[in-house]
């Protein structure tokens, strides 16, 4: 049975619908009026820059899977929103955060690795039905592309999906399981970063070191700031899509080039064309921030990156349907109960090594949001933390077929 066709299909007039939400969202949350200044201390405004769109979509007003606008924010407005965020990025006070960044998101991987088995464990005591299945029906085999998801992202859960060979009616639940699952805790993280200061006395953390980086960026966009002229902008602008221009011819040659010549490394997502896109354009940022490119932050070159974050946002809150919650919901209690561990295993670290929260959630986006969201959980601290985000996802590309793929045995083995 085909889907119902949604009230709107234009993509013109899904992205008008798109930006009226974010001037709505941003008018408000900047407004003096109490109404707005007490209900914006609570809600994050990023968060609902894609929980709203997330309505439109389960409503059947628009549907983010038909419509191509995802796709276009992520492969042409993500690489040049990275390159942009890098260009002002200063890498010894990046390497002045230290090694906790990483130690959390390994920390992430293992809690995605063991938190599956666990799920299915746990769940087949109590509902067996719920994580049983035969063939490609096994639930285990559905929740293999999710941990391909939760490790690296698309490619990773992709390559899980042809290893495994889950059903196509599995495959689709379990990507509903990915999305749905992954959003609410990414609301959580947006929810926290907003009171990180209370989240690092629980953890009796130390962000000393992360506010001088912003507090040394902040002093350092104020001694170059001016306002910019229309050859400012043009300027801005055309880095940012020069850059991802670079990214995607670098990923038009090295992707099929590896695919041919070194066909093992798929295990790596080094064939994968998001890869080097974003690899690529955030390379050309650092490299720029080394350049009187620099300077371009003066005439805001991160705010037009974080205006193309945002639209990213958008677009990817309208591909999730928080209805679906009810088609499966054993499916989505399991997704949920392995996020918990994997949540609780990043807590106990962040506790044993008194991690500020900033490295908890970005070492859990980098896992289970990737390149696509990890530089906007890391920018709702500050703007010039995204390349951290960046950084530690792409780690999360790297580890995530072969994480996913140990995961997935594991999973097998306990399966009932």
């Keep these: 049975m085909n889907a119902p066709e949604p009230f709107i299909t234009n993509d013109a007039i899904v992205f008008g619908l798109l930006m009226t939400i974010l001037?709505?969202?941003?008018?408000?949350?900047?407004?003096?009026?109490?109404?707005?200044?007490?209900?914006?201390k609570y809600v994050p405004a990023l968060l609902l820059c894609y929980f709203i769109p997330s309505i439109f979509n389960s409503m059947g007003i628009i549907d983010g899977e038909q419509s191509n606008l995802y796709f276009v924010a992520s492969r042409y407005l993500l690489p040049a929103s990275l390159a942009l965020l890098t260009l002002s990025v200063d890498m010894k006070e990046i390497k002045k955060l230290?090694?906790?960044?990483?130690?959390?998101?390994?920390?992430?991987?293992?809690?995605?690795?063991?938190?599956?088995?666990?799920?299915?464990?746990?769940?087949?005591i109590v509902a067996p039905d719920v994580v049983g299945g035969v063939g490609p029906d096994a639930i285990w085999r559905g929740m293999t592309t999710i941990a391909g998801s939760w490790i690296g992202g698309g490619a990773n859960q992709a390559a899980m999906y042809e290893m495994f060979k889950p059903s196509n009616d599995l495959y689709s639940t379990s990507i509903a399981v990915d999305v749905i699952v992954a959003n609410i805790w990414m609301a959580f993280l947006l929810f926290g970063a907003a009171r990180s200061a209370k989240v690092d006395k629980f953890f009796k953390a130390d962000a000393s070191a992360i506010d001088d980086v912003k507090n040394r960026v902040e002093a350092y966009r104020a001694s170059i700031a001016k306002i910019p002229t229309l050859t400012d902008v043009i300027t801005v602008l055309s880095i940012g899509f020069i850059a991802t221009a670079i990214g995607h011819?670098?990923?038009?040659?090295?992707?099929?080039?590896i695919e041919v010549n070194y066909p093992f490394l798929i295990d790596y997502s080094l064939t994968s064309s998001f890869f080097w896109i974003v690899i690529t354009a955030t390379i050309v940022g650092l490299v720029l921030s080394f350049t009187k490119a620099k300077e371009l932050e003066g005439v805001g070159a991160s705010r037009i990156g974080s205006v193309m974050i945002y639209i990213l946002v958008a677009t990817i809150g309208m591909k999730m349907n928080v209805l679906?919650?009810?088609?499966?919901?054993?499916?989505?209690?399991?997704?949920?109960l392995w996020l918990m561990i994997h949540v609780i295993i990043l807590i106990i670290v962040a506790k044993l090594i008194k991690a500020p929260f900033f490295f908890v959630a970005v070492g859990s986006q980098a896992n289970i949001g990737g390149a696509a969201s990890a530089p906007i959980v890391a920018a709702a601290f500050h703007p010039s933390l995204a390349p951290v985000g960046v950084l530690l996802a792409v780690m999360g590309y790297t580890l995530g077929t072969m994480g996913a793929y140990f995961c997935g045995i594991l999973m097998q083995i306990v399966a009932p």
């Excluded at 001037?23 to 914006?40: A, E, H, L, P, R």
């Excluded at 230290?98 to 992430?108: E, R, S, V, W, Y």
């Excluded at 679906?324 to 949920?336: A, E, K, Q, R, Y």
């Design 324 to 336: 679906s919650i009810f088609d499966n919901p054993g499916f989505f209690l399991v997704g949920g």
């Design 249 to 257: 011819i670098a990923a038009g040659i090295i992707a099929p080039y």
């Design 23 to 40: 001037m709505i969202i941003f008018q408000t949350s900047n407004s003096s009026k109490s109404v707005f200044v007490k209900f914006y």
């Design 98 to 124: 230290g090694f906790k960044a990483i130690i959390m998101f390994l920390a992430g991987t293992v809690g995605i690795i063991i938190g599956g088995p666990l799920a299915i464990l746990l769940t087949s």
